[in-house]
């Protein structure tokens, strides 16, 4: 499919992983990145609330709750953008 297929380009962007995807680039392969993603970021969260970890790998790991909170709904905000178009 030419990009011109897609109909008019978008300038914004999400970043999957390592990958950075324009609108044009959201195939179902990317859709299903950006679910893995989500997937091993809930995983990781259920996992990490059933350890008592020391108080400096606890500092860490609120560090990384933060993160992958705000990952998440960045997962989330893409998502729902693309499906309302």
Sequence with gaps: MHSSDRGPARLSSCQV?????????????????LI???????????????VKPSSEVARLLQEKRHTDRRRLD????????????
């Design 36 to 50: 893995e993603e989500m997937i091993d970021l809930k995983i990781q969260q259920h996992a990490q609330s059933h």
């Design 17 to 33: 992983g390592s990958f950075r995807l324009t609108n044009g680039d959201m195939n179902p392969e990317a859709w299903v990145r």
């Design 74 to 85: 960045q997962i989330k905000m893409e998502l729902v953008r693309m499906l309302g178009g």
